[in-house]
């Protein structure tokens, strides 16, 4: 299976099911010198475990993360990080007749089409137990991008059509309720939404934002390799997300051309800033030195207690409730997982760029 390997220069590859022993991650490319330890990637972990609240699936594993290599008395060395998280608490058992039937929404009739063979214990590596792996890594991308000044707040947008409203935005609610999202009024209402449909059998979608500041100017390529083209891409691979905007997004096409650019100005007279910034942080491919703007669009959990229609394998039509246990809404778990990703892609742009002009390579190698 090719598809498990992300980055150019930070480059991370991921393995493991969700009801195989453990999850893991390879990073490489990560610099020498970095203090790193599990205190540093363990409260990421924490952020997207299971288990947290009633809007999560009650599957209750630590996440403890080990790490195997790469660092040595506190620090890294430079060669490749490989990381560690062993599943503990899975149940096949629940899966078992799942084998037989193509749950709608999932994975299941695509592996088999393809590979003719499918792990349809909790999805195999389409399980959102990958993710994982992923935030492992992006916790290590977050601690070298915060030494350089790069920050991010990502939190729940919305969760079905109950969105923030940005007048009541307040940071630090983030952390202080299970959505996530950085007002109260609007988490009290999208929780008990949930709820409900929880009640109904069914369930939820929502979108994540991420604002991330400190980014300079000139970060990204043009044409094929494009900062905002690596960010869709990077959050497209994760599951459930089924669309992503940068900046206004779709709002763009219903604007004319004076109300979608960003004029130029000069802030304290020398340093080129923006006025607006409809744009997201991003011309042409390249960060502009604005806040970056992004946001991942999340579907609701295909598992539900609802009555659905589907094919078995014997090419029979027929209806499934799919018991187990299930998030209603994976939003909230997802914020970590949207934000991990980003700051891979950043900081591999970051990187990248180390060798975009002379000036560049001759203050690193001339003496």
Request: hydrophobic fraction near 35%; include cysteine; charge should be negative.
């Amino acid at each position: 299976m090719a598809g498990s390997t992300y980055g150019t220069i930070f480059r991370i590859s991921t393995w493991g099911e969700s009801h195989g022993k453990a999850i893991g991650v390879v990073i490489d490319g990560c610099p020498a010198g970095l203090e790193l330890s599990e205190h540093d990637i363990q409260p990421f972990l924490n952020r997207r475990k299971p288990g947290q609240s009633v809007y999560t699936t009650p599957r209750n594993e630590d996440d403890a993360v080990e790490i195997l290599s790469g660092v040595f008395e506190g620090k890294t060395t430079g060669t490749p990080i490989s990381m560690i998280v062993y599943n503990k608490t899975q149940q096949s058992k629940d899966y078992s007749e799942i084998a037989t039937y193509y749950r709608p929404g999932h994975a299941d009739y695509t592996f088999d089409s393809k590979y003719g063979f499918r792990d349809y214990r909790g999805g195999g590596r389409s399980s959102g137990r990958e993710t994982i792996a992923r935030v492992a890594a992006g916790a290590v991308a977050v601690k070298i991008l915060n030494e350089l000044g790069i920050s991010f707040t990502t939190y729940t947008k919305s969760i079905g059509d109950i969105e923030i409203d940005y007048n009541n935005f307040n940071a630090e609610t983030i952390y202080k309720n299970a959505l996530y999202m950085p007002d109260e009024t609007a988490s009290e209402k999208a929780g008990e939404y949930i709820i409900k449909m929880t009640k109904e059998h069914n369930s939820v979608g929502g979108c994540v934002e991420a604002v991330i500041q400190g980014v300079p100017a000139g970060i990204g390529d043009t044409v094929f390799e494009k900062l905002d083209a690596n960010l869709a891409k990077a959050l497209m691979s994760i599951g459930a997300v089924k669309g992503i905007e940068i900046g206004d997004g779709i709002q763009v096409s219903k604007m004319t051309g004076s109300e979608n650019n960003d004029h130029f100005c000069l802030e304290n007279d020398k340093t080129v800033s923006k006025k607006s910034n409809h744009a997201g942080g991003i011309l042409g491919g390249m960060s502009d030195g604005s806040d970056i703007i992004i946001r991942a669009a999340f579907k609701a959990t295909p598992s539900i207690l609802k009555t659905q229609q589907t094919v078995n394998k014997n090419g029979e039509e027929i209806e499934i409730s799919i018991a187990g246990r299930h998030d209603p809404v994976v939003v909230p778990r997802a914020v970590v997982v949207v934000e991990a990703m980003a700051a891979i892609t950043i900081l591999d742009s970051l990187l990248l760029n180390m060798t975009a002009t002379m000036d560049s390579i001759n203050k690193f190698y001339k003496k």
